[in-house]
């Protein structure tokens, strides 16, 4: 069975670094593109960032390019989502979501984790 | 950037209804649509790909149409585990843009 399996949720000061985790398995984890989204309480989805495990091709939302690092490591099929100076309006629920890569571009997200749920706060 | 607005943004219906929900994209966006279902404390579900095609698992009571930038959703017979966020997304170029999301209510 598939799953996205999330680090747990996390409490931070501004200015802290963080890094969250998703871990992919049952299936071919340098197939599928792993996406991030974020939502901020009572709000919607915004896409954040995406990487192709296979090659390690990765894009930017330009609102959230320089303020956040995607990363992967194959060898624990594992996707990084990171910070390295928190904000107190970083404070909301992020999902890591996998799709399967199209010709150009990733296809619909077809998995989604259960979400880490990150509060900054002074 | 692609724009994708829903309309409403609130619906209110009964068990039963046929229901439609509208995104609008504001450049073309050919077929490269999806459809999540959201409800609440839990993460987005894959409803609809491709704007039309009904992702496995998924009650044939929900079907997406549409192509270029309008696309809808309807589920013609809402049941009560129906009652949630739905959010249109475009997977046609970058940046990946969501819909602000529509809201089923129980009226």
């Known amino acids: 069975e598939v799953q996205l399996e999330q680090s747990g949720a996390e409490v931070k000061k501004p200015g802290e670094s963080l890094k969250i985790s998703c871990k992919g398995s049952?299936?071919?984890?340098?197939?599928?593109?792993i996406g991030w989204v974020r939502q901020v309480p009572g709000k919607g989805l915004e896409w954040m960032a995406i990487?192709?495990?296979?090659?390690?091709?990765?894009k930017y939302s330009p609102s959230f390019e320089g303020q956040v690092t995607i990363s992967a490591d194959n060898s624990v099929t594992t996707a990084y989502l990171q910070w390295s100076s928190l904000k107190a309006s970083d404070t909301a629920m992020y999902y890591c979501?996998?799709?399967?890569?199209?010709?150009?571009?990733?296809?619909?997200?077809?998995?989604w984790g259960h979400g880490t749920l990150v509060s900054v706060s002074s | 950037d692609i724009q994708m607005t829903q309309s409403p943004s609130t619906l209110s219906a009964s068990e039963g209804d046929r229901v439609t929900i509208t995104c609008r994209a504001s450049?073309?966006?050919?077929?490269?649509l999806a459809w999540y279902q959201q409800k609440p404390g839990k993460a987005p579900k894959l409803l609809i790909y491709?704007?039309?095609r009904l992702e496995s698992g998924v009650p044939s009571r929900f079907s997406g149409s549409g192509s270029g930038t309008e696309f809808t959703l309807t589920i013609s017979s809402l049941q009560p585990d129906d009652f949630a966020t739905y959010y249109c997304?475009?997977?046609?170029?970058?940046?990946?843009?969501f819909g602000q999301g529509t809201r089923l209510e129980i009226k």
């Open positions: 979501a996998r799709a399967l890569t199209g010709v150009t571009y990733p296809l619909h997200f077809d998995w």
């Open positions: 049952g299936y071919t984890f340098t197939d599928y593109w």
């Open positions: 990487i192709y495990p296979g090659d390690s091709d990765t």
């Open positions: 450049q073309g966006i050919s077929y490269w």
């Open positions: 491709k704007a039309s």
């Open positions: 997304q475009q997977y046609n170029t970058y940046p990946l843009t």
